[in-house]
């Protein structure tokens, strides 16, 4: 099996019928996160994540309604990851799950962008081949971003 992504706060979905993006919302926990250094705003989208959950909550002219507008509602998330249970008690959500709307029906909503940013740390610099890394750019010497500097009693030697 592939390697599939957590979807969070943010992530940009798509009505088959619809024809604008709308932005996901977690509003049913605070507590687990992923991809957010500080901890404030890449909640983790559950199963639990129905009804109206999303930013504007439609997504455009519904093509099932005639051109009405959109109004955006989740009954139900399929092909989420069952081994994992958050705290609010709701399965996660992965970037190749869809969702039920009333009007559109099953599987009509689809994750477009799973909502994780890729935003490397210093650990990355570690683990990076030395080699590569001055192939890549080679005005930066991956030594320097890895090492830590010494102070003793407030003097910081670099």
Known sequence: MAEKHLVVEGAMCMCDFGKNPDFLKVLTHKREYANDKSGST???????????????NTF?????????????????WKYFYEHTTLTNGGKIILEDSKATCPIGGPDCIKIIKHGQIAEPGGQNFKNAEPKVSKVLNPAVDPRALTEEPVSIEGIIFE
């Open 60 to 76: 455009g002219p519904c093509a099932k309604q005639l051109g009405k507008p959109c109004n955006a509602i989740v009954l139900e």
């Open 42 to 56: 890449k909640y983790i989208a559950s199963t639990k994540d129905i009804g109206a959950t999303f930013k504007q």
